[in-house]
């Protein structure tokens, strides 16, 4: 007897084709079959009628990674209809965990009062297999963390035997299963990071079987051209695919970029290079505050960084720099273009939802002044989103057929210990969002193009086999949805909104979303090397 039938869906198998209306029956986790099985018995028939049904989306740009321990039900990706997501990004991942990058890591998971409890990735993962997961997880190993297992957060050049070190961490990472490697090159300590360092760390991956160098670039703003090239040497170097996450021109006078980024990437893959991107649809990017400050201010680390900034003669510096940067007269973004989401303590929680001129009034200071105030009170962590991209460039970049969808944020639930702050919407509203806008607003792409970008483009990039697609044999990951309907409702000033029009989704053949209703089943698995 088949388990579940769906039954009259409009079938998108992810790979953009047109829809046909049919049924989808599952057995043990699987698609078992295709096609008119009227005639055939069944534990449960799901009418699905005027509803859209198409392979669970794909987060390829995830930042959970320990909070798939703090809140196994992932509850803001799968009211999304996410079914996988793609941790370790932007340099930064779980494992491997020694010296400076454990201390570092043992402070953010207290801030959700886990302990860490592991030191390598095959730790980690048979932690989050033993807790119960609702979505299937897999990661990459962050170059930003294995740097800081070797040499804190220096700024100078690894010396050889430390190389060695790092790609010995590399390599036995993507043993435990990571899918490839991370750089976030604007981030401490990842920005020392050379091409030699880079090349190096990825051909330990490729040796140990995963070919994949994923990279947020060195500079997205006025170098972001040469950041591409850098990234593309990197995988010429190791003979490896490169992937540039949330690809994007920032900053008012940088605006239009992305047609020579997209140009060269698009060249660098009819030479034949593996490269691919993904994208947020929206038009704010959401950091770090700390990426305002001057490079010489940043180097050597957080403590080192403070040190400067309370030196009254060094913040007065600073404060001329970042006024000179957001000068509106030298085509610089708006101080009102930086919304505070997580001031990080108790003592400047109620200052999410502020924008930075704003604030400034309320403290009676400059912005500038005012943004190095609240960096010092809270030792760097604040949180901030930016308004600083252009919709026009966002959709040629989702345009793009290389192109898949990454929400850049964490899994968060409505309530309890991982709602913080006012976090970007895209954090509760990625993928609909791009129904609503691009596909049904815009126009920017069809439908099942869309499908595509979320379910087996991502798939084939990242080498998750056995998903991306609807047909038999494919793991159960489904998402049935309203077509005209599907849409997000998360904002600026209040994320926590569900996304409508998604009724069911399934993840390896089991509910977690019925009927709209969460079931709290925990079916997702761990994805070691995309298995």
């Given at each position: 007897?088949?388990?579940?039938?769906?039954?009259?869906?409009?079938?998108?198998?992810?790979?953009?084709?047109?829809?046909?209306?049919?049924?989808?029956?599952?057995?043990?986790?699987?698609?078992?079959?295709?096609?008119?099985?009227?005639?055939?018995?069944?534990?449960?028939?799901?009418?699905?009628?005027?509803?859209?049904?198409?392979?669970?989306?794909?987060?390829?740009?995830?930042?959970?990674?320990?909070?798939?321990?703090?809140?196994?039900?992932?509850?803001?990706?799968?009211?999304?209809?996410?079914?996988?997501?793609?941790?370790?990004?932007?340099?930064?991942?779980?494992?491997?965990?020694?010296?400076?990058?454990?201390?570092?890591?043992?402070?953010?998971?207290?801030?959700?009062?886990?302990?860490?409890?592991?030191?390598?990735?095959?730790?980690?993962?048979?932690?989050?297999?033993?807790?119960?997961?609702?979505?299937?997880?897999?990661?990459?190993?962050?170059?930003?963390?294995?740097?800081?297992?070797?040499?804190?957060?220096?700024?100078?050049?690894?010396?050889?035997?430390?190389?060695?070190?790092?790609?010995?961490?590399?390599?036995?990472?993507?043993?435990?299963?990571?899918?490839?490697?991370?750089?976030?090159?604007?981030?401490?300590?990842?920005?020392?990071?050379?091409?030699?360092?880079?090349?190096?760390?990825?051909?330990?991956?490729?040796?140990?079987?995963?070919?994949?160098?994923?990279?947020?670039?060195?500079?997205?703003?006025?170098?972001?051209?040469?950041?591409?090239?850098?990234?593309?040497?990197?995988?010429?170097?190791?003979?490896?695919?490169?992937?540039?996450?949330?690809?994007?021109?920032?900053?008012?006078?940088?605006?239009?970029?992305?047609?020579?980024?997209?140009?060269?990437?698009?060249?660098?893959?009819?030479?034949?290079?593996?490269?691919?991107?993904?994208?947020?649809?929206?038009?704010?990017?959401?950091?770090?505050?700390?990426?305002?400050?001057?490079?010489?201010?940043?180097?050597?680390?957080?403590?080192?960084?403070?040190?400067?900034?309370?030196?009254?003669?060094?913040?007065?510096?600073?404060?001329?720099?970042?006024?000179?940067?957001?000068?509106?007269?030298?085509?610089?973004?708006?101080?009102?273009?930086?919304?505070?989401?997580?001031?990080?303590?108790?003592?400047?929680?109620?200052?999410?939802?502020?924008?930075?001129?704003?604030?400034?009034?309320?403290?009676?200071?400059?912005?500038?002044?005012?943004?190095?105030?609240?960096?010092?009170?809270?030792?760097?962590?604040?949180?901030?989103?930016?308004?600083?991209l252009n919709e026009d460039d966002v959709a040629s970049v989702i345009g793009a057929d290389f192109c898949s969808i990454g929400s850049d944020a964490?899994?968060?639930?409505?309530?309890?210990?991982?709602?913080?702050?006012?976090?970007?919407?895209?954090?509760?509203?990625?993928?609909?969002?791009?129904?609503?806008?691009?596909?049904?607003?815009?126009?920017?792409?069809?439908?099942?193009?869309?499908?595509?970008?979320?379910?087996?483009?991502?798939?084939?990039?990242?080498?998750?086999?056995?998903?991306?697609s609807v047909a038999i044999g494919n793991w159960a990951d489904l998402v049935v949805f309203e077509p005209a309907g599907i849409v997000d409702r998360?904002?600026?000033?209040?994320?926590?909104?569900?996304?409508?029009?998604?009724?069911?989704?399934?993840?390896?053949?089991?509910?977690?979303?019925?009927?709209?209703?969460?079931?709290?089943?925990?079916?997702?698995?761990?994805?070691?090397?995309?298995?």
């Open positions: 007897m088949l388990q579940t039938i769906f039954e009259q869906a409009q079938i998108y198998d992810g790979l953009g084709n047109p829809p046909y209306v049919t049924d989808v029956a599952i057995v043990d986790a699987k698609v078992a079959l295709i096609g008119n099985l009227a005639e055939r018995d069944a534990l449960e028939r799901i009418p699905c009628d005027g509803l859209a049904l198409s392979p669970g989306f794909i987060d390829v740009h995830s930042h959970s990674d320990e909070l798939w321990l703090a809140d196994s039900r992932c509850l803001s990706k799968i009211t999304q209809g996410v079914t996988t997501e793609i941790g370790g990004n932007c340099g930064t991942s779980v494992a491997p965990l020694a010296g400076d990058a454990l201390a570092r890591k043992r402070r953010e998971a207290a801030g959700y009062r886990l302990a860490v409890d592991w030191q390598s990735l095959d730790d980690f993962f048979a932690l989050v297999a033993r807790n119960g997961i609702a979505l299937n997880v897999a990661t990459l190993v962050g170059l930003g963390t294995t740097r800081s297992c070797i040499s804190g957060p220096s700024d100078r050049r690894l010396e050889a035997a430390e190389r060695a070190e790092q790609e010995r961490l590399v390599r036995e990472a993507v043993e435990h299963g990571a899918l490839g490697v991370s750089s976030g090159l604007i981030y401490e300590p990842s920005r020392y990071a050379d091409v030699t360092e880079l090349i190096g760390c990825s051909l330990a991956a490729r040796a140990a079987g995963a070919p994949r160098y994923v990279s947020h670039l060195r500079d997205e703003g006025s170098e972001v051209v040469a950041a591409v090239e850098e990234a593309l040497a990197v995988g010429a170097g190791a003979d490896v695919a490169v992937h540039c996450s949330h690809h994007k021109a920032a900053g008012r006078r940088n605006w239009g970029k992305v047609h020579r980024t997209l140009e060269m990437i698009g060249n660098a893959r009819t030479r034949g290079a593996d490269v691919g991107i993904d994208v947020y649809p929206y038009i704010a990017s959401w950091t770090e505050l700390a990426s305002l400050l001057p490079d010489a201010v940043r180097r050597g680390g957080e403590a080192a960084t403070l040190e400067r900034l309370r030196v009254p003669e060094i913040a007065a510096t600073v404060a001329l720099a970042l006024n000179l940067q957001r000068d509106p007269a030298l085509g610089g973004d708006s101080w009102h273009d930086i919304l505070i989401t997580d001031a990080g303590t108790e003592r400047n929680s109620d200052l999410a939802g502020y924008r930075i001129d704003e604030l400034a009034r309320r403290w009676g200071v400059s912005p500038a002044q005012c943004t190095i105030r609240l960096l010092v009170e809270e030792k760097l962590a604040v949180q901030c989103a930016f308004f600083n964490s899994a968060r639930a409505f309530e309890g210990i991982t709602v913080r702050g006012i976090p970007h919407p895209r954090t509760y509203g990625c993928f609909p969002r791009v129904f609503g806008r691009f596909v049904r607003g815009r126009r920017t792409l069809s439908i099942e193009e869309a499908i595509r970008r979320m379910t087996s483009l991502p798939a084939a990039q990242f080498g998750l086999a056995g998903r991306g998360a904002t600026y000033e209040n994320p926590f909104v569900r996304s409508a029009g998604i009724h069911h989704v399934v993840v390896n053949g089991r509910a977690v979303i019925r009927n709209g209703e969460i079931t709290r089943a925990l079916p997702g698995r761990v994805l070691r090397n995309g298995r």
